[in-house]
């Protein structure tokens, strides 16, 4: 039984741009805010990890919140793009906000500065917009092949906007005349950049009627009748889904990740002595990925599903960063290139496939409690960003803290130098390791096609 298009090329596009809008802010925040912090105002990498670290308690139940009021939203827009929508005017301001630490206060005073922004940008409106965002995944189309291929758009626009982002930044804040006033300058032009994309990309998809999400499957009276239930309610619906637990740790363990790489900017400029590798190895990182993006919805297609793509792929980039490490020591930057590369198209299909894979696993919750939680589902990625992202930013300033880290040198002590080759090389190949076992235990594909079987139901192919 072939399932049923719903999207235009057009709609897949202007979907997937909105991924330019949330890394403006999303690369920019994880790749420079240490930086900017520690070299432009002279703060304290350990008390800024500290503060970061503090920061997440407030964004704990924000996410599944936020997620419940998409699900309960009736309006004219839809479910989820009014959240999407006005979300990002506070993600602009209050990125603005972080790079506009003023100068003239005291270092007090620019911490709470610093935290006010930070928390509101994390904690409110980054989880209203993204939540929003990757739930849409689920709002505008019923078919798991525009679910996939939405994903790879998605991701792709996400790692070129990375990939500029972090080629051009440093250069840019030069240009802007450099030191605080050139980091606020930048942080302006992204924030009006982000709003103008996050706007055309709301208004290029449609939401699918309530009547049309619950055809097949259950009646309009149904469908509100489960949208009746708390907060407390909602985050049980959703511990109980093992599958949601998986996706969600894989997604904390990205993020750190990600805050690990971006410690590369440290690792070039201090290690390596060449300040402008960062931007080389973010060619390194990116480029791959975005091939591999191009190909993901046809190798899942040729693969039968995304488990077994999934698994192999991140085995295949867990390899990649064991080479790394190898080159690192070697010294070999050439050869650091090619397995950064290589890591890259290892990880790139379950970038791609990662949003139908959720999709997949609000299904699984639907046939196994009979509770739609769509929106409520996607939480787990606004949660994976701001948790593994603070928790990663976090570490990364205690480890430079603990390690003698001093801003103010131009070459490091060797006790900072070992810490950098720990964070750069070591931890992201430990969690390579670790997210491909995760994957190994994720075939929620399965466990959704058996759930269907027992109910009766037609499984589409």
Same mark, same amino acid.
């Given at each position: 039984?072939?399932?049923?298009?719903?999207?235009?090329?057009?709609?897949?596009? +202007?979907?997937?741009?909105?991924?330019?809008?949330?890394?403006?802010?999303?690369?920019?925040?994880?790749?420079?805010?240490?930086?900017?912090?520690?070299?432009?105002?002279?703060?304290?990498?350990?008390?800024?990890?500290?503060?970061?670290?503090?920061?997440?308690?407030?964004?704990?139940?924000?996410?599944? !919140?936020?997620?419940?009021?998409?699900?309960?939203?009736?309006?004219?827009?839809?479910?989820?793009?009014?959240?999407?929508?006005?979300? /990002?005017?506070?993600?602009?301001?209050?990125?603005?906000?972080?790079?506009?630490?003023?100068?003239?206060?005291?270092?007090?005073?620019?911490?709470?500065?610093?935290?006010?922004?930070?928390?509101?940008?994390?904690?409110?409106?980054?989880?209203?917009?993204?939540?929003?965002?990757?739930?849409?995944?689920?709002?505008?189309?019923?078919?798991?092949?525009?679910?996939?291929?939405?994903?790879?758009?998605?991701?792709?626009?996400?790692?070129?906007?990375?990939?500029?982002?972090?080629?051009?930044?440093?250069?840019?804040?030069?240009?802007?005349?450099?030191?605080?006033?050139?980091?606020?300058?930048?942080?302006?032009?992204?924030?009006?950049?982000?709003?103008?994309?996050?706007?055309?990309?709301?208004?290029?998809?449609?939401?699918?009627?309530?009547?049309?999400?619950?055809?097949?499957?259950?009646?309009?009276?149904?469908?509100?009748?489960?949208?009746?239930?708390?907060?407390?309610?909602? !985050?049980?619906?959703?511990?109980?889904?093992?599958?949601?637990?998986?996706?969600?740790?894989?997604?904390?363990?990205?993020?750190? &990740?990600?805050?690990?790489?971006?410690?590369?900017? &440290?690792?070039?400029? &201090?290690?390596?002595?060449?300040?402008?590798?960062?931007?080389?190895?973010?060619?390194?990182?990116?480029?791959?990925?975005?091939?591999?993006?191009? !190909?993901?919805?046809?190798?899942?297609?040729?693969?039968?599903?995304? /488990?077994?793509?999934?698994?192999?792929?991140?085995?295949?980039?867990?390899?990649?960063?064991?080479?790394?490490?190898?080159?690192?020591?070697?010294?070999?930057?050439?050869?650091?290139?090619?397995?950064?590369?290589?890591?890259?198209?290892?990880?790139?299909?379950?970038?791609?496939?990662?949003?139908?894979?959720?999709?997949?696993?609000?299904?699984?919750?639907?046939?196994?409690?009979?509770?739609?939680?769509?929106?409520?589902?996607?939480?787990?990625?606004?949660?994976?960003?701001?948790?593994?992202?603070?928790?990663?930013?976090?570490?990364?300033?205690?480890?430079?803290?603990?390690?003698?880290?001093?801003?103010?040198?131009?070459?490091?002590?060797?006790?900072?130098?070992?810490?950098?080759?720990?964070? &750069?090389?070591?931890?992201?190949?430990?969690?390579?390791?670790?997210?491909? !076992?995760?994957?190994?235990?994720?075939?929620?594909?399965?466990?959704?096609?058996?759930?269907?079987?027992?109910? +009766?139901?037609?499984?589409?192919?």
């Amino acid at each position: 039984m072939k399932e049923k298009t719903y999207l235009k090329w057009y709609n897949k596009l +202007g979907y997937g741009s909105g991924d330019i809008a949330g890394n403006v802010v999303y690369a920019f925040l994880s790749s420079f805010v240490m930086i900017y912090l520690t070299n432009a105002i002279g703060l304290n990498p350990g008390v800024v990890g500290t503060l970061i670290a503090v920061s997440k308690l407030f964004d704990g139940v924000t996410d599944v !919140f936020f997620g419940s009021m998409i699900d309960k939203t009736h309006s004219r827009m839809g479910k989820a793009r009014p959240w999407m929508f006005y979300g /990002y005017f506070g993600c602009a301001l209050t990125l603005i906000g972080i790079f506009a630490v003023p100068v003239s206060l005291g270092q007090t005073a620019q911490y709470v500065w610093f935290f006010i922004c930070y928390t509101l940008l994390n904690a409110v409106f980054y989880t209203a917009n993204n939540i929003a965002y990757s739930a849409l995944t689920s709002l505008i189309t019923k078919n798991s092949k525009e679910r996939v291929q939405m994903g790879s758009y998605r991701f792709m626009f996400a790692f070129a906007t990375s990939l500029l982002i972090q080629s051009v930044t440093l250069q840019f804040v030069r240009m802007m005349g450099g030191g605080a006033a050139g980091w606020r300058t930048v942080a302006i032009i992204y924030a009006i950049i982000g709003l103008i994309v996050n706007s055309i990309s709301v208004l290029s998809v449609k939401e699918l009627s309530e009547e049309e999400l619950s055809e097949g499957t259950e009646t309009e009276e149904q469908y509100r009748e489960d949208e009746k239930y708390g907060l407390i309610h909602a !985050f049980r619906i959703l511990i109980k889904n093992k599958y949601y637990l998986m996706i969600c740790g894989t997604y904390i363990l990205q993020q750190i &990740y990600s805050a690990m790489i971006n410690m590369g900017v &440290y690792f070039m400029t &201090y290690v390596m002595f060449n300040e402008n590798l960062y931007s080389v190895f973010s060619w390194a990182v990116n480029i791959p990925l975005i091939i591999a993006l191009v !190909f993901t919805p046809t190798l899942v297609a040729k693969w039968k599903g995304m /488990y077994k793509l999934n698994v192999a792929s991140y085995t295949l980039a867990t390899i990649g960063r064991a080479l790394v490490v190898v080159a690192g020591y070697m010294g070999s930057v050439p050869l650091m290139l090619a397995f950064t590369a290589l890591a890259a198209i290892g990880q790139g299909p379950w970038q791609g496939d990662m949003n139908a894979v959720i999709a997949t696993c609000s299904e699984y919750t639907w046939l196994k409690d009979g509770k739609r939680v769509d929106g409520t589902m996607y939480s787990c990625t606004s949660l994976g960003v701001k948790l593994g992202g603070g928790i990663g930013t976090a570490i990364a300033g205690w480890l430079l803290a603990a390690s003698g880290f001093d801003g103010s040198l131009a070459v490091q002590a060797e006790s900072t130098v070992n810490m950098l080759y720990i964070m &750069y090389l070591w931890i992201p190949f430990g969690i390579d390791a670790v997210i491909t !076992f995760i994957l190994s235990r994720m075939n929620v594909e399965k466990a959704v096609s058996d759930l269907k079987i027992q109910k +009766g139901i037609t499984v589409s192919e």
